[in-house]
Each structure stands twice: as C-alpha cells, then as structure tokens.
C-alpha cells in the first residue's frame, strides 16, 4: 500500500479544498497550508477548489493523486472518497466506509461500544417527536445535547435543567442527523492523533468559555494549548491507546484527531474521532506531530505517501 517519494514526485498531486460543507473557510486554510507544504517537498502540486464539478476538474487537471483537505459534509463524510474510488485515483486518509461511520456520532458511538471503548453513556432520539414522546433520559442532568451529522462543536450544548434541554433538543433536530444525548463527564479535555497506526501523543486543551465550542476553536485566541499534556504517564498511555482503538474499531487510515475527556478519577471518555483533522500550522495535529519531531511538511509528506484505493 501507498508509494514512495521518488515514483510521487512524478505524478500530479491535486490538494483537494474548499468545498461546499459549512467547514470551507477552515477547509481553505488547511488545503493551502498543505499545498504549500508538499511543493516545498518537490511534489507537483494542483489546487482543486471542490465545486459540484469536481469530476470534470481532476480529469481536466490529470490529478493522478488526492491529497484530501476537505472537512465536513462531502468530504469528511464518505462521498469524496467515493467519487475518487469510482475515478480510480488514490487518496489520502480514511476510505469511504470509516469516513462515514467517523462522521456519523451515534454510528460511531455504537461501533465504540461494541470495541469496548469507553464512552460517555447516552439517548438517542430521530426527531424532535420521538424525544417530546418519551423526554427521559438513563442518566442525571448535566448533559451535552448534540446533532449526530455535525462538526466543529456546531450545535453542541451543555444542559442543566430541563428547560435547557428541551430548547437544546428543537435546535439540534434542525440541524443534521439524528439528536445524541450524553451524560456530561467533567473533566479535563485532551485530544489525541493517530497517524499511520500509531499514537503521536495527547494534548491538553484549556478553553477560557464553558467548553470547548465554535468561537473557541476558530476566532478567539484565548483557548491555551498545553503540548505535551502536562498529565501523568499512565493516564497518557490510557488516552492514547483509546484513541488507536477508536482509529482502528472505525477502521481508519492516514491521520486522525480523538477528542477525550479524562476525569478526576484518571478515567478516559472518547468523545469522537476527527477523520479529517485541521491541518493549518495552528491545528493541533500539527502541533502533536512536531511534538514528535514531524515537523509540517515532513508530515504532509507522510499522508501523501499512504494514498491509496481502499475499496
Ligand atoms: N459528554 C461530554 N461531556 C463533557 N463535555 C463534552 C461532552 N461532549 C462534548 N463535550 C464538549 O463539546 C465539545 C464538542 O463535542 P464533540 O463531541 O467533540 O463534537 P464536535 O464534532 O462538534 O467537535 C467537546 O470538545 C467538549 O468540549
Ligand atoms: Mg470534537
């Protein structure tokens, strides 16, 4: 699987960006910053902004390889992947399967219980009738009510009494998937990569709002980063090894970005894994990598070096 330096250098490397999902500004960044990175490398590097004519645009541009720096809808979810398998040209990251189930939180969720990794407890509701039917929940309040087709925190919400929770619950049923339900575990919030099969490191995350939502991950500049996560070994080694066992219960590839909570008692709860993580120089993928001596460009390096068809 995958190529070496020498035989890509060759080939027509297209930085697949942009998008139509509500993640395109982050997208944007992350497909230029990765640009920019492999051209550096020596690679042949075309920049695809993905519109609905995407398949005219690879043939047109003779992409041989993609280097996916999609997030979101369309090109976190599955179907990116799907039209490049179709097309027959190797891409990065998670195939077409672990990309839909990563995207999906209550799909996912299932498939981590039944690995056996440890999750906050939770209810799922379709709709918004379903939850109005039977508005109870297997667990006290607090709880964090999120939309199951989601990212970037984007209707995320800590209830605390049930006023809050059914208010929570109209907005998530107006936005995609069905509505999951959580206990809130407190505790501190680590995030964990995975590249290659392997557990890059955690990193702790100190954001200055309630949690961890939109605003604190792109516009404000007060969420401090603690790299290393100034935890214990043993609490390191339990974080990192629930996040490659969510990588590889979802059966993923490439790089991927767990979000963890550790609790005062030094438990783990996986919260999800980013098939996509954000890849600008400020994402906190790139920050764990150079932890471990990848720095920018060796690590774009190394993704576009796993492309492949995974069908
Ligand atoms: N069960 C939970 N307990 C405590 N905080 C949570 C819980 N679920 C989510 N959060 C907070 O909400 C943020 C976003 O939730 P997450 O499941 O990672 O979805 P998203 O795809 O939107 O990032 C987390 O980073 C964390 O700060
Ligand atoms: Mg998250």
């Not at 027509?12 to 139509?20: D, S, T």
């Not at 976190?76 to 995207?103: K, N, R």
């Not at 309630?210 to 214990?232: G, H, M, S, V």
């Amino acid at each position: 699987m995958g190529f070496n330096a020498e035989e890509l250098k060759s080939k027509r490397v297209g930085v697949l960006m942009g998008g139509l999902s509500a993640e395109r500004e982050v997208s944007l960044r992350t497909g230029s910053a990765c640009a920019e990175a492999l051209e550096s490398k020596g690679y042949i590097v075309r920049r695809i902004d993905v519109q609905k004519d995407v398949a005219a645009r690879l043939l047109e541009e003779g992409v041989e390889v993609a280097f996916i720096a999609l997030h979101g809808r369309w090109g976190e979810d599955g179907c990116i992947q799907g039209l490049l398998e179709s097309m027959f040209i190797p891409y990065t990251g998670s195939g077409v399967l672990a990309s839909a189930a990563g995207m999906d939180k209550v799909f996912s969720k299932r498939v981590f219980v039944a690995h056996d990794i440890q999750t906050p407890a939770c209810a799922v509701f379709e709709n918004l009738e379903a939850f109005q039917a039977a508005p109870r929940l297997p667990f006290e309040l607090p709880a964090v009510v999120k939309p199951s087709g989601e990212g970037s925190s984007v209707g995320v919400k800590i209830v605390k009494d049930a006023a809050s929770l059914r208010e929570a619950v109209a907005e998530a049923s107006r936005l995609k998937g069905a509505i999951l339900i959580e206990r809130y575990v407190k505790g501190r919030e680590i995030q964990v990569a995975v590249l290659d099969d392997e557990a890059l490191g955690a990193i702790e995350i100190l954001p200055a709002n309630e949690f961890y939502d939109y605003a604190a991950k792109y516009q404000a500049n007060t969420t401090r980063y603690l790299f290393p996560a100034p935890i214990p070994a043993a609490q390191e080694a339990t974080a990192c090894a629930t996040a490659l066992a969510a990588h590889r219960a979802l059966g993923c590839g490439g790089a991927t970005r767990s979000d963890l909570i550790l609790d005062a008692d030094g438990r783990c709860w996986l919260l999800e894994v980013n098939t996509l993580p954000g890849m600008t120089s400020a994402s906190l993928l790139p920050k764990i990598a150079a932890g471990k001596g990848i720095d920018f460009p060796s690590l774009c390096e190394r993704l576009l070096l796993g492309a492949s068809l995974k069908g």
